[in-house]
């Protein structure tokens, strides 16, 4: 079955994120000023051919771990859906 | 009233997405060969101070409208809870 993955791989909430500061005194400048603590992570979609919704999230994690979020600096969440 | 907007940017379906080519060949490096199709965007998060929920998306909108998202290469979805 097909399965489509959500990730989301964020800066961990203890370390600094300078572009997401950069980014926070862009939107003020443009005029919002009531925006605050803009933080810039990945989104990542993949699919996945697997036999089961708990194989699939396996996966996601595996890769992840491997390749897609550095456990140093960043956090990671994801949702698996299938289709 | 605070809310945080949560906001996907991703690239538009009809481009090519070399970093989640390249990202695909890395996984498949690794063995994980049931997963395809990766693709690679921006997650944002951003607290917003406002009187309404509807007053928080408007800024949000504005936001990637104005900065977050470049509407040639990219599409920006977003979801905007209370808190």
Do not use: W
Request: glycine residues 6%; negative net charge.
């Amino acid at each position: 079955m097909k399965y489509t993955a959500h990730i989301n791989v964020m800066p961990l909430k203890e370390l600094l994120d300078p572009q997401g500061k950069a980014v926070n005194s862009g939107l003020h400048n443009l005029g919002l000023l009531h925006i605050q603590e803009v933080r810039i992570g990945k989104h990542i979609t993949l699919n996945i051919e697997a036999n089961s919704k708990e194989e699939a999230e396996q996966m996601t994690q595996e890769a992840c771990k491997k390749l897609l979020a550095n456990p140093v600096m960043e956090a990671f969440d994801f949702n698996v859906v299938e289709g």
